[in-house]
């Protein structure tokens, strides 16, 4: 049976005796009273904690974490900047993307919630929590409300100018991840595009992007060892991203070919450790002297070298990286 919380004296014992069964004696009728006013005490609290009134300075940890990474800056997919409450509400090319009083006809709600694709963010998943979601549909229900310092409240994007680490100049995951997030994360997600992510590379987070879990995709300092920037730049078939032409621009990829020159690092300005004995596979053009598109390899008598590749020959390379950076080809097969 639901509770009924009136509490005042006229009702009181009332509603106990309605919400519990006839006591057997006073002594146990006083202890469900008590009970129950704890209940009606409890649940009079929460709904007041829940009533307070949301504002921006509320979202803007969420937009700064989740959202300003892309939607920040002039780059910004079809303008829509959510590093401020004035480019929340100025919305995209397209319109509005919140309207006051009405979060189920709010864009952003129905992109938040995946009823309008694509749902973001475009990195997830994981997507927002619902109860993150809920705070976004609670302050477009309360009219949009600013909040205290609303203007002091501006998304700080990661690795902007407002929180970006002194650095001697290095690009660091926070100068690239958007770039990873809105071309290469559509399928190297969960549960993105293509299904799971193709080989379980994922490029949704720094950690994931460096990991050596299965292979080596990036070798810090070394990027033409490094398989992604191959693929960006076409050097390895498949080209990068899959959806392309239109390819990453050439300023993208001077982006990304400088972040795994200057050392992998993560937004804090780290470098990545060399990974030194994990397994990479690179695709290139041979060249003379065993390079592959100008990175030397070190050939053994250990190395297996299938169907006679040549000078000019687009092979595949199974190897390991050294301490000093070099690799170690164990086999050499021309595709």
């Known amino acids: 049976m639901p509770l009924s919380c009136n509490l005042s004296s006229r009702n009181y014992s009332r509603a106990v005796a309605r919400n519990y069964p006839a006591p057997g004696n006073r002594k146990r009728f006083w202890r469900a009273a008590r009970q ?15 009533a307070a009134e949301v504002t921006y300075a509320d979202l803007s940890p969420i937009l700064a974490s989740r959202c300003a990474m892309c939607h920040s800056g002039s780059a910004a997919p079809l303008e829509l900047r959510l590093d401020s409450l004035e480019g929340l509400l100025a919305g995209s090319r397209n319109g509005p993307i919140v309207k006051s009083g009405n979060p189920a006809g709010s864009e952003l ?34 009219g949009l409300q600013p909040g205290p310092g609303a203007e002091k409240a501006a998304a700080a994007v990661p690795g902007s100018a407002i929180d970006r680490p002194e650095t001697d100049g290095s690009t660091l995951y926070s100068d690239i991840a958007a770039i990873l997030a809105t071309r290469c ?22 950690a994931a992007t460096v990991s050596a879990a299965d292979r080596l995709r990036i070798v810090p300092g070394i990027p033409l060892a490094s398989e992604l920037v191959r693929r960006i730049r076409g050097q390895a078939r498949p080209r990068m991203p899959f959806d392309g032409p239109p390819y990453l621009t050439e300023a ?10 200057d050392g992998a690092r993560d937004s804090a300005g780290n470098p990545a450790p060399m990974p030194t004995g994990q397994r990479l596979r690179l695709h290139g053009q041979l060249d003379e002297q065993w390079r592959l598109d100008g990175l030397p390899l070190t050939i053994t008598s250990s190395t297996r070298v299938d169907k ?12 390991r990286i050294r301490a000093d950076g070099k690799i170690t080809a164990e086999r050499v097969t021309r595709r």
């Open 36 to 50: 129950f006013g704890a209940v009606c005490i409890l649940m009079q609290v929460t709904l007041s904690i829940g």
């Open 185 to 206: 994360a559509k399928c190297h997600t969960e549960k993105g595009l293509m299904g799971a992510a193709p080989e379980g590379y994922l490029l949704t987070s720094y």
């Open 109 to 142: 709600v129905l992109r938040l919630k995946g009823l309008s694709p694509p749902r973001m963010p475009m990195t997830g998943p994981p997507f927002l929590s619902d109860e993150e979601t809920a705070l976004f549909e609670r302050w477009i229900s309360d």
């Open 308 to 319: 006679n590749p040549g000078p000019g020959d687009y092979v595949r390379v199974r190897g």
């Open 252 to 261: 993208e990829i001077r982006s990304i070919e400088k972040w795994v020159a």
